[in-house]
């Protein structure tokens, strides 16, 4: 009987664990999050060709303006003109810190390319000890300071690491909602670039 009972109990727990983890999710998912889909999948897309695909409309990205590091205010809008990769992340985050070498990787690639960028968007850590860990590595990557947590909010991050895709005209395309490498940014840097040519 004893078991019986401890087996309700958990099973009770469990569902009322999910209800809760879906009440909180729908209720601090902003109405935008549906412009970068919603797939589970590995890299969620909407589409690439323009304006429209079979009744799907395209929106202008959230702006971004924070400060960097080095305390420069950065625009999302600096970058009009390329393809804009925003990794949103944080030190605590084990695969977010396995993921800093690949989109490192990816930055210096799209620094000779010269069509695409990475941005990393942090809200927990602090500049001094984020600086620190990026010289020990060696990263050259651009970091911007989100110490209010409004670009977090804007894009809806719940949790990291996701990285948002932002075409050449300023328009929210995707998300990938998980650690990415170097060659799955490069790829879709690649894929944007052949549609707009």
Do not use: H
């Not at 797939?39 to 695909?53: D, H, K, L, P």
């Not at 003109?81 to 070498?101: H, K, L, P, Q, Y």
């Not at 989109?103 to 390319?113: G, T, Y």
């Not at 809200?123 to 020990?136: G, L, M, N, P, R």
């Amino acid at each position: 009987m004893k078991k019986i009972f401890g087996i309700l109990f958990w099973v009770a727990t469990a569902a009322l664990a999910i209800f809760l983890i879906f009440l909180i999710y729908d209720q601090y998912k902003p109405e935008d999050m549906q412009l970068f889909g919603n797939s589970t999948t590995a890299v969620s897309f909407q589409n690439y060709s323009g304006e429209t695909r079979s009744g799907e409309t395209l929106y202008p990205a959230p702006g971004i303006e924070l400060a960097n590091l080095e305390g420069k205010t950065v625009k999302l809008s600096d970058y009009k003109g390329r393809t804009v990769f925003i990794s949103f992340w944080a030190m605590e985050d084990a695969s977010c810190m396995r993921e800093m070498g690949e989109l490192n990787k990816a930055a210096k690639i799209f620094e000779d390319r010269g069509d695409a960028i990475v941005l990393t968007v942090n809200k927990t850590d602090t500049k001094a000890v984020i600086s620190k860990y990026f010289t020990e590595n060696g990263y050259g990557l651009q970091v911007l300071m989100d110490t209010e947590g409004q670009a977090f909010y804007n894009y809806g991050v719940n949790s990291v690491p996701v990285t948002f895709v932002v075409d050449a005209e300023g328009y929210a395309r995707g998300y990938i909602p998980s650690a990415t490498t170097a060659s799955i940014l490069t790829g879709i840097a690649d894929e944007i670039s052949g549609i707009r040519q």
